[in-house]
């Protein structure tokens, strides 16, 4: 009588298919307690799993009101070296939050450029921001110049992004796996993942 070969060529199959996939990796730590570390270890999943993943990390609403209230202290001296084009280009504001559309767009063109760089490959720590620009991103905002043009618009931004400082901060982010570092400033919220990232800026080559 003949043998039944049938369960030696399915050993045989799932030990060519584990061959030809390589070795396993080894798994991930789990997700550290601390938000700051909850923040660095959500943010090389996503990058490592895809551009979509780690745009989900981002509240794009808050994002732009950040960066128009960003522009106008940019323009009162947290930039010292503007030239005449740039002082020009900041004047020109009135505090309307950029809309999320054009911020998922923009945030999104960093992924390859800077997100998979800092990324690259893993092994991400927290860590200080490198430049004080950086460090500057996760303190409140000191209140605005009286007699400044849209003082309102800026003065409602400003109370807005200081909620969402008083509840967060910024974070330097470095990888063994990558180059350079970014810096991300992360809020809490009252969901699954526990925060959502406001805004976010190149740190630094290495």
Known sequence: MRPD????????????AATACGPTPPP???RPASLPEQVVYDFETAVLTSREAWLELFDFVEVGGFEILLRRYDLLGRISDLTDDERADLEADDGTP??????RKNVGNFYARLAQRTVGTGACTAAPPRWNYNVLLGLPFDPLPA????????EALRVRINAQLDNGGVIGIRCAGGHGGLALVYSQRADARGYAIITIYDDGKD
């Open 147 to 154: 007699g400044q043009a849209d003082h309102d618009a800026y």
């Open 5 to 16: 070969r049938t369960g030696a060529w399915a050993v045989a199959l799932v030990a060519i």
């Open 28 to 30: 991930r730590a789990p």
């Open 98 to 103: 950029y809309p999320p559309a054009r911020e």
